[in-house]
């Protein structure tokens, strides 16, 4: 168990807050895509033993959200089976300050995308209800049955838990953390800890932010029956009230109950922080949008890269990095005519002038192809890292399948999913 909540304690600390992209919603038919590619990379994948290392599920997650990151930057760039050169048709926004606000251009056309300033004062909070401090090993709550209500915008729900003879405050105290996350009513809730004392407490976020004009709070908790025991667990007790994005759009005041709005249906805003005086919304030029997009590609590529030194200076396993790094090496001429130009650690940057030059000449075809070569090859090392991230780790060959006889194995997505599982099996 240590071990899976190492490896899932890494995942959220290291990459659970990274806000979803349009482009991770897909169609049916590139689901079954995937699907068939984990089940063909299982029927041919031999029976292996994972090499006991601490850091074995780290690299792998590492590996399989450096792949997404990847995949997503072909996807911003361009949508499958399109040429990049069509980018240069397409309408992308720019923000002057993306840390404070970022945007996306969501209109049909044109039509009403006009260049606006934005400036934010206060971001849209959630309400955040925090607990006492009770000890762990301790017994303050009586063998019985409890309840509590919750009311949540218009809506009222009854959760039912209950206390068993010698159960100490943290098992009650995730009892009640499981039932509030588990029953979907629109708050999610944690442990804090004080490790010091030695106690934790409950606290309960609303996954709404802001309140309308005839609102104080987005929910209450209370209890007419079980009044005592709400006392000791006091969440009930509202640590942050929820509020309203406050910003200016063209120095005209405005609130939203949300951080992310649409204006004039054609920018999609999300607020992310406060900012440093007023925010420029426009639409990029042609070369700008491809350089930002070419930009992003080669961030991710220099990730995955970095993923691979990582491991290769830990475990001597270069697998990861001799594909990865291969792909600029058999092109390293041809992306040098395009700006794109490696150091010695084979990390890809761009020259945005170099790019905008040999864009605008007579050779921009030959540059497009060897454009499009690139983002193909990253797509192809993405999708084949994401399949089957264990193929990288240190592992040793128990047996290799009997081959023209082997079988589909659906539900082994790849070992993957079973990584987190003991290692000395």
Known sequence: MARIDAAYNYFMTTYGNNIGSRYESHKKSELRDTYNKIVKANKEAPLYKINDSEDIGQFAIDIKEHANAMTLSVSNLTSTGEDISSVLEKRIASSSDPNSVDVLYVGDSTDGAEDFTIQVDALAKPQVNTGNFLLSEGHDFEEGQYSFDLDIRNHSYEFQFNVNKNETNLTVQNKIVRLLNTSDVGLSAKLLSNDRAGSKAIQIVSKSTGVADDENTLFN???????????????????????????????????????????????????????????????????????KGITQLLDSYNGMLDIGLKYNEAHQNRTLFNEI??????????????????????????????????????????????????????????????????????????????????????????????MMMNYGL
């Open 221 to 291: 908790i209370s209890s007419s029956i079980s009044w005592r025991e709400l006392n000791i667990l006091g969440i009930d007790n509202v640590t942050q009230q929820p509020s309203n994005s406050d910003f200016k759009l063209n120095g005209v005041s405005h609130q939203s109950l949300s951080n992310t709005f649409t204006v004039n249906k054609t920018y999609e805003l999300i607020l992310k922080r406060p900012s440093n005086g007023e925010v420029s919304i426009g639409l990029m030029n042609d070369t700008e949008a491809l350089s």
């Open 325 to 418: 790094s291969s792909i600029a090496k058999n092109d390293a001429s041809k992306l040098a005519a395009v700006g794109i130009q490696s150091d010695s650690m084979n990390h890809l940057y761009l020259d945005k002038d170099v790019l905008s030059d040999v864009i605008n000449s007579e050779n921009k075809e030959s540059a497009f192809e060897t454009l499009n070569n690139l983002k193909n090859s990253v797509s192809k090392a993405a999708s084949k890292a994401s399949i089957n991230p264990m193929n990288y780790v240190d592992k040793s060959i128990v047996e290799y399948k009997n081959p023209g006889k082997t079988l589909s194995a659906p539900y082994a997505s790849s070992a993957y999913s079973g």
